[in-house]
């Protein structure tokens, strides 16, 4: 797993390391320099002529000993200074001075443009654009000045290296600087990124457009080592696959998970007959699908190995309530928020809590729960909010809901908020809620209240309705399977993304819930056949 830290203890750590070695930051912005250039000789080796932008801190260093490599190794090299190099202090002016003395002896191009030169200038002539204007020491919305040379180099059609991480992200939380509602950010083809992961490289539109993430760990080889936490892990499929529940030759249906999804209230049958389908797919040897009567044919339709049950009303619904024959339960997709809706989750939940069923809480689920905030969850519980049900939950008020009645949410932070603060929200989630939290979206956060992980990652095919549906049925599939509700949560989401990856392909629009649902029954038989 790669730990994810946090610029202020990325910034720690670079330091420690360089006490522990004897060595001077100096040389981690020459190691940093000289990776980088290494990388990109790699990626784009018929690169013969570098632009090269740089800023005023120490990421325009890195940028400087780039530059002097390249010239180095016999290639043209044109410099975008936004501030003047007799400016710099410190380590950059250092790289700037090295840079000067081996330019003596260079006899290929070697030009120096300022901003307004460089917006004058065509810069076409350059085969590789290279990002050293801004790091992780970026603070607020960038200056005009940065946001004019960005819109310049993201013209070039040239293969473009951001270093360390592209200049407009911001590094711990991976959002990016906006001017006039456009996004100002280099668009990255490759990052090469130093010492180690920042959280905001794996959330957000850091995802969109850092392009190939490689990181140079400079010598730090132990980042855990220096006492900073990380704040959260990254992970990928190949780590999880183990967590796939193993499945036997001999055996019965009985043997390999009841799993039941409880939802599609009087007009919302599709998102539990998706979920169901999902569920079925993934491997459970038994579905039942509880939806209102109204919607019954219709999932019979879709999906008759599933065993529909249809509910016309609350007291309908308590006699298909034995739920001890489940060893999962999915609570929510399209399960409706009227007053049936309500008297069913608390009924469920109750009954729930008296079992060690674990329960997946999604949709109108977590609806209702930020309105019973009180209502002990059974234990291990999972909730999947995206950023707009998490808002709900966050606010939600802690009150005793069978003394008070209902309550209304406290409207207090909004998804912007969310979105900044994903680790801290999928955590506090957690925590208030005594569950698992898979915080939904582009870098998907997955939290028991300590531990974080980040999963998945961003994809446009993936804004479509229905995936999250699909996302409950696979959770609860794999527990119904056999596997702990946290290593359910993290598989889940890590193949539903990589379904939806590959049943992607080149699109970008028009992917279905219902054809992520077969890429992850593809997926889960090519683990299957790796683990076996
Ligand atoms: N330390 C190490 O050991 C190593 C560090 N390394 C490298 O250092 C990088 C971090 O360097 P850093 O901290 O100097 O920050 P950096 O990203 O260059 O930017 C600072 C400058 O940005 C400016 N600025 C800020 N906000 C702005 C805005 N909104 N719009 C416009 N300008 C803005 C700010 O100017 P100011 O506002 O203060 O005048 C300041 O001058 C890191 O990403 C990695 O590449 C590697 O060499 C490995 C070893
Ligand atoms: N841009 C994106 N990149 C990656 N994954 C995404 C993106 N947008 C949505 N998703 C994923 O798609 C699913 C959407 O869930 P949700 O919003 O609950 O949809 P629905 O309620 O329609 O089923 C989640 O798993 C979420 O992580
Ligand atoms: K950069």
């Known amino acids: 797993m790669q730990p994810l830290f946090s610029v202020d203890s990325i910034k720690k750590i670079e330091r420690n390391f360089a006490k522990q070695e004897g060595i001077e930051l100096y040389e981690l912005m020459q190691r940093a320099g000289a990776s980088a250039f290494e990388q990109a000789r790699r990626l784009w080796p018929q690169a013969g002529h570098w632009l090269i932008a740089t800023g005023a801190g120490n990421n325009a260093g890195d940028g400087l000993v780039v530059a002097r490599h ?50 004058d200038t065509d810069l076409s002539s350059a085969d590789l654009v290279v990002d050293a204007l801004l790091g992780t020491g970026v603070k607020g919305a960038l200056k005009d000045e940065y946001c004019q040379i960005l819109e310049r180099l993201n013209q070039l059609s040239r293969p473009k290296l951001a270093l360390d ?68 892990y990254g992970c990928n499929l190949q780590q999880l696959k183990e967590k796939l529940p193993t499945r036997h030759d001999v055996g019965s249906k009985f043997d ?31 579905v039942s699908g509880w939806i209102h009567h109204s919607q019954q044919a219709a999932g019979l339709s879709v999906c008759p190995e599933i065993m529909w049950r249809g509910y016309n009303s609350h ?40 079992t060690d069923i674990p329960c997946v809480l999604d949709a109108d689920g977590l609806y209702w729960l930020a309105k019973y905030t009180s209502v002990p969850l059974p234990v291990q519980s999972v909730l999947t909010p995206h950023a707009g049900e998490a808002c709900r939950l966050l606010n939600a ?21 969310v979105t900044q603060n994903r680790i801290k929200v999928a955590q506090t989630l957690a925590k208030k809620y005594s569950a698992i939290c898979v915080l939904k979206g582009a870098g998907t956060v997955i939290s028991d209240g300590e531990q974080a992980l980040v999963l998945a990652g961003a994809h446009p095919a993936m804004m479509t309705a229905g995936l999250g549906d699909a996302l409950t049925g696979l959770i609860t599939s794999f527990i119904a399977q056999g596997a702990k509700p946290w290593d359910a949560a993290l598989l889940a989401t890590e193949i539903h993304y990589e379904a939806a990856l590959s049943v992607a392909a080149n699109r970008r629009r028009g992917v279905t819930a219902s054809e992520v649902i077969e890429g992850c029954s593809i997926l889960v038989n090519q683990l299957d056949q790796v683990i076996n």
């Open 70 to 119: 390249a010239l180095l190794a016999g290639f043209d090299v044109t410099l975008v200074a936004i501030k003047p190099y007799r400016e710099f202090r410190g380590d950059p002016e250092k790289a700037w001075q090295e840079l000067l003395s081996i330019k003596k002896d260079s006899h290929q191009r070697f030009d120096i443009l300022g901003l307004e030169q460089a917006l």
């Open 315 to 354: 007291s309908d619904f308590q006699e298909l309530a034995d739920l001890s024959r489940y060893q999962a339960v999915g609570f929510g997709p399209g399960l409706g928020r009227d007053s049936t809706a309500e008297q069913i989750f608390l009924d469920v939940i109750t009954k729930l809590q008296a």
């Open 397 to 417: 008020q802690e009150e005793d809901v069978f003394s008070t009645g209902r309550i209304e949410p406290q409207l207090s932070v909004d998804t912007a908020y």
């Open 165 to 232: 991480i592209p200049t407009g992200i911001y590094a711990d939380s991976g959002l990016c600087s906006t001017k006039n509602g456009k996004d100002t950010v280099f668009q990255a083809d490759a990052t090469v990124s130093f010492v180690a992961l920042k959280t905001g490289q794996r959330l957000n539109q850091a995802l969109q457009y850092q392009g190939e993430l490689i990181l140079e760990t400079l010598g730090v080889r132990h980042a855990l080592s220096f006492g900073e936490e990380p704040e959260a």
């Open 256 to 286: 390999c998970g009841h799993a039941l999804l409880i939802g599609g209230g009087a007009h919302l049958g599709g998102a539990v007959i998706l979920a169901a389908s999902a569920a079925l797919k993934s491997g459970a040897g038994m």
